[in-house]
Structures are given as structure tokens and as C-alpha cells.
Nanobody, 113 residues
Framework: VQLQASGGGLVQAGGSLRLSCVAS????????MGWYRQAPGQQRELVAL???????NYADSVKGRFTISRDNAKKTVYLQMNSLKSEDTAVYYC????????WGQGTEVTVSS
């Protein structure tokens, strides 16, 4: 499985960004997809996950601001990020679990205050 993430960039605090991640290769189930992030000097942390049936899970820090969704036909997972804060600055990694974990290359999000 290969994961290609896009949509990162520089945004002012309070602004919005939408991340996308397209899966390719042996994508026969992809039950769980989602996003993690890693800020400088910190460990990678969960942002949001979604099952193929639409069940979601969010980190407390992003609840009410971020929305994860997926299009199974397009093998794509999205992360709509609203009301961005400086503490959301990080590299965001797309994630997929299909019997084993797979990671995308990361897309950088910088929120200026």
C-alpha cells in the first residue's frame, strides 16, 4: 500500500486547511485510515481515525475543530481542519491499517499566530 498525502501549507490562526490522502497498490480492505501528526521535538500522536464503515475517533485536542472523512471508491481519506491554532503546527502523516500499518510521506502544516 502506498499513501500520498497533500494539502498542507501555511495558514493563519483561525484559518482552515483540508488534507487529502490517496491510497494505491494492494488496497483490498483498508479497514482503518487516518491521520497522525508530529510536531518538532515531540512524538507522533493520533489526530483522527475512521473505519471503512465511517466510525470515527478523534484526539481530544481536535474534537469540534477537525473532521475526518473518506471516500472508499476513491480510496481517499480527508481531514478538514478548521479554527486552526499554532499548536496544530506539525507534519501530518496519513495512516492505513490493512493487516499491517502503512504510512504516507507526511505533509507539513504551519499555523502562524
Amino acid at each position: 500500500v502506498q499513501l500520498q498525502a497533500s494539502g498542507g501549507g501555511l495558514v493563519q490562526a483561525g484559518g482552515s486547511l483540508r488534507l487529502s490522502c490517496v491510497a494505491s497498490g494492494s488496497t483490498f480492505s483498508m479497514n482503518l485510515m487516518g491521520w497522525y501528526r508530529q510536531a518538532p521535538g515531540q512524538q507522533r500522536e493520533l489526530v483522527a481515525l475512521i473505519t471503512r464503515f465511517g466510525t470515527t475517533n478523534y484526539a481530544d485536542s481536535v474534537k469540534g475543530r477537525f473532521t475526518i472523512s473518506r471516500d472508499n471508491a476513491k480510496k481517499t481519506v480527508y481531514l478538514q481542519m478548521n479554527s486552526l491554532k499554532s499548536e496544530d503546527t506539525a507534519v501530518y502523516y496519513c495512516y492505513c491499517n490493512q493487516g499491517a500499518p502503512y504510512w504516507g510521506q507526511g505533509t507539513e502544516v504551519t499555523v502562524s499566530s
